[in-house]
């Protein structure tokens, strides 16, 4: 039986079946050993075999992983010279970035374009908290918009706390599985609380920070943008990065 990955805790993953019924999936230890060279050998994002376990049928076994037609990974935050797939079977990537509270390095946003590239996934820029900009931070959006854009990029300007361009946002996601990222802080929370409501995902208050918090996922999860339509488009939500190594790749 053919299912969708929609989120990974480490050794179980929530599995979405082609009639739209969740599963709790645990691999067959098989695949932890056979020419896995990631710390995560299923990701979010996957096409993968099931098979359901018991009569109830709310948990199953995964029985075989399908061909990715892409993935995004990054160096692994605990092991070094592994990589860790942050999400298969992409269409597009959406790095949320800030240049106050907190600060998005202009390395970090590159680091991540680089990736996206590496594997033929379409990246876009989304600078938050506009709502927070004065002539400075404004003079420089104003740069990095037009370099970014010079090379080809897509560039937004929005305030999610204030849902200033949700309706352009909603637009660009639209029929797209779309991998969202950014460091911790910079809305990613609020972005999705503003396209699915229901979610109400949490966010952490930080002293001296303005925005609508801290990110506190753990795990990437996917999650349907209309979940009573097929061809409505789905984001993978990420856990905040603090770095974004890359890996298997020159310095040229």
């Known amino acids: 039986m053919k299912a969708v990955v929609y989120k990974s805790t480490g050794s179980w993953y929530t599995v979405k079946d082609e009639s739209g019924k969740f599963y709790n999936a645990r691999m067959k230890g098989i695949f932890k050993i056979d020419e896995i060279t990631s710390t995560n050998p299923v990701a979010v994002g996957d096409e993968v075999d099931i098979d359901p376990e018991n009569e ?48 998005t390095s202009q390395g970090f946003i590159d680091r991540f374009l680089i990736a996206s590239e590496m594997y033929h996934v379409t990246p876009i820029i989304l600078f938050n908290k506009s709502d927070l900009h004065r002539s400075k931070e404004q003079q420089k959006f104003e740069e990095w918009k037009q370099m970014y854009e010079q090379a080809g990029y897509k560039v ?55 925005g609508k918090g801290m990110h506190t996922t753990t795990f990437a999860e ?16 990420t ?7 890359l890996v298997d790749i020159s310095r040229q």
């Open 156 to 210: 937004i300007l929005a305030s999610l706390k204030n849902d200033v361009d949700l309706f352009a946002i909603k637009d660009i996601l639209k029929n797209k599985t779309t991998l969202i990222s950014g460091h911790s802080g910079v809305g990613k929370s609020s972005l999705l609380n503003s396209l699915l409501p229901e979610l109400n995902l949490k966010t952490q208050d930080v002293s001296g920070w303005s």
């Open 239 to 245: 856990p905040g990065m603090r770095e974004f190594g």
């Open 56 to 103: 109830d049928e709310e948990t199953a076994i995964i029985t075989a992983i399908r061909e990715r037609k892409n993935y995004i990974n990054r160096q692994s935050p605990r092991i070094k010279h592994q990589h860790h797939i942050i999400a298969a079977n992409v269409d597009q990537s959406m790095l949320i970035a800030t240049l106050k509270e907190p600060k």
């Open 222 to 237: 996917m999650f349907d943008l209309s979940p009573n339509n097929q061809e409505g488009g789905k984001v993978i939500d």
